[in-house]
C-alpha cells in the first residue's frame, strides 16, 4: 500500500502566508522552502511538527532558523510536536499550544 503525500495548505494572508499543516513529515523546512515559492513570507504555521523524538540541539537550530532563516512569525504547534520543542526558546514562537477555540476564533475573524 502506497502512502499518501502529505499536503500543506498556504493561505495568502497581507502579513505572509498562513500554512495549515498535518505533521509535518517532510520536515517544517522543506516544507517552509516549497512555501516559499508562493510567499517568502509566513505568519503563522498551523499544525504538527513532528519533532517528538528530536534531540534538543536540533530544535533549538530549528527555532533558530524558523526565527531567522525563515522569519515564521508564529507557529500554532499541533501534537506531534513534543514536549522538548515546547520549551524555552521555542515559546517565544508559540501562539498556542493546544487546541484553543479562542485562537481558531481569532483566525476565522481575520479572514
Known sequence: MRELPELTLAIKRPN?????DGC?????????????AVDPRTE??????????TQVEEIDA?????????????IAP???????AL????????LCH??????IEIVVAEL
Do not use: Y
Open 16 to 20: 505572509g502566508l498562513m500554512l495549515v
Open 62 to 74: 530549528l527555532v533558530e532558523n524558523l526565527k531567522t532563516k525563515w522569519k515564521v512569525q508564529r
Open 98 to 103: 493546544s487546541l484553543d477555540p479562542q485562537v
Open 24 to 36: 509535518s513529515h517532510a520536515g517544517i523546512e522543506a516544507i517552509l522552502e516549497a512555501a516559499s
Open 87 to 94: 520549551a524555552d526558546d521555542f515559546r517565544t514562537l508559540v
Open 44 to 53: 503563522i504555521v498551523f499544525g504538527g511538527l513532528h519533532l517528538v523524538t
Open 78 to 84: 499541533g501534537h506531534c510536536t513534543g514536549e522538548p
